[in-house]
């Protein structure tokens, strides 16, 4: 066990058994780090996990494989956990509560905000965890998915797990609308372009009359008034319009 690390207390343990190639390791350090968590134990690894194909996988997550503690049987790395959920896809014919990772990291984040210590299990990439490592949990992760083919590898597993928990921890917004170094445009800028635009039409010589004017008008008002147009982009129109124009004239 690697007494120099120090553990984040408001975040579970990922806890890795007996995972066999350096390189996944180092991809489910990726992938904690993505997810904000830093907290890793592992249970008799296979390889180094501090050997350079570990590192290179960890896509700069190292510290995360510098920090981990390491165990030689999963009895002593879970002697401190007080709520343990096993990832697996199958129940084992064993009788414990199954959550999906959405409801499970929700559980979790209750009882850590209680000064609960939680920790997370997945097994080896070739088998998952074994019956008796299962056995040890209180309860299941199930991730549901495809079951013709529900299988994943170990970063993934983490990964999905990991994001669930982060969601909890942030104050994401659901929708958000991305408009660069540009400005939303008034409705005073709207209707003016709206204008600039009818007028250049009634020139056409051509506009529709009477109603159909009056529906048509409506519906390029509608078109853009309810996009969020921004300056730039009204910007961009004046322009082509007016060079739609010029090319009309020289014609």
Same mark, same amino acid.
């Given at each position: 066990?690697?007494?120099?690390?120090?553990?984040?207390?408001?975040?579970?343990?990922?806890?890795?058994?007996?995972?066999?190639?350096?390189?996944?390791?180092?991809?489910?350090?990726?992938?904690?780090?993505?997810?904000?968590?830093?907290?890793?134990?592992?249970?008799?690894?296979?390889?180094?996990?501090?050997?350079?194909?570990?590192?290179?996988? +960890?896509?700069?997550?190292?510290?995360?494989?510098?920090?981990?503690?390491?165990?030689?049987?999963?009895?002593?790395?879970?002697?401190?956990?007080?709520?343990?959920?096993?990832?697996?896809?199958?129940?084992?014919?064993?009788?414990?509560?199954?959550?999906?990772?959405?409801?499970?990291?929700?559980?979790?984040? +209750?009882?850590?905000?209680?000064?609960?210590?939680?920790?997370?299990?997945? =097994?080896?990439?070739?088998? =998952?965890?074994?019956?008796?490592?299962?056995?040890?949990?209180?309860?299941?992760?199930?991730?549901?998915?495809?079951?013709?083919?529900?299988?994943?590898?170990?970063?993934?597993?983490?990964?999905?797990?990991?994001?669930?928990?982060?969601?909890?921890?942030?104050?994401?917004?659901?929708?958000?609308?991305?408009?660069?170094? +540009?400005?939303?445009?008034?409705?005073?800028?709207?209707?003016?372009?709206?204008?600039?635009?009818?007028?250049?039409?009634?020139?056409?010589?051509?506009?529709?009359? =009477?109603?159909?004017?009056?529906?048509?008008?409506?519906?390029?008002?509608?078109?853009?008034?309810?996009?969020?147009?921004?300056?730039?982009?009204?910007?961009?129109?004046?322009?082509?319009?007016?060079?739609?124009?010029?090319?009309?004239?020289?014609?």
């Amino acid at each position: 066990m690697n007494m120099e690390s120090q553990p984040q207390v408001n975040q579970p343990y990922i806890i890795l058994i007996e995972p066999q190639l350096a390189e996944n390791v180092g991809m489910a350090a990726r992938a904690m780090m993505n997810c904000g968590l830093y907290n890793m134990r592992l249970v008799n690894p296979r390889e180094n996990h501090l050997s350079d194909k570990a590192i290179s996988a +960890s896509s700069n997550a190292e510290e995360i494989l510098e920090k981990a503690e390491v165990f030689t049987n999963i009895k002593d790395a879970i002697s401190d956990i007080e709520f343990l959920l096993a990832t697996t896809a199958r129940h084992r014919d064993q009788t414990k509560k199954v959550y999906t990772a959405e409801a499970a990291v929700s559980e979790i984040a +209750s009882k850590i905000s209680n000064n609960i210590n939680c920790g997370i299990l997945f =097994g080896p990439e070739r088998t =998952g965890l074994r019956n008796e490592d299962v056995c040890l949990a209180d309860a299941i992760i199930n991730i549901p998915l495809n079951p013709r083919h529900c299988s994943l590898n170990l970063s993934q597993a983490v990964l999905l797990v990991g994001y669930e928990f982060y969601k909890t921890q942030i104050n994401s917004e659901k929708e958000k609308f991305v408009i660069n170094h +540009s400005s939303i445009a008034d409705k005073g800028k709207v209707l003016k372009f709206c204008e600039f635009l009818e007028s250049n039409l009634d020139d056409c010589g051509n506009f529709k009359l =009477g109603e159909k004017r009056d529906k048509m008008i409506i519906n390029l008002r509608n078109i853009f008034t309810r996009n969020q147009m921004t300056e730039q982009e009204l910007n961009t129109l004046y322009g082509a319009i007016r060079h739609l124009i010029r090319h009309e004239n020289k014609d």
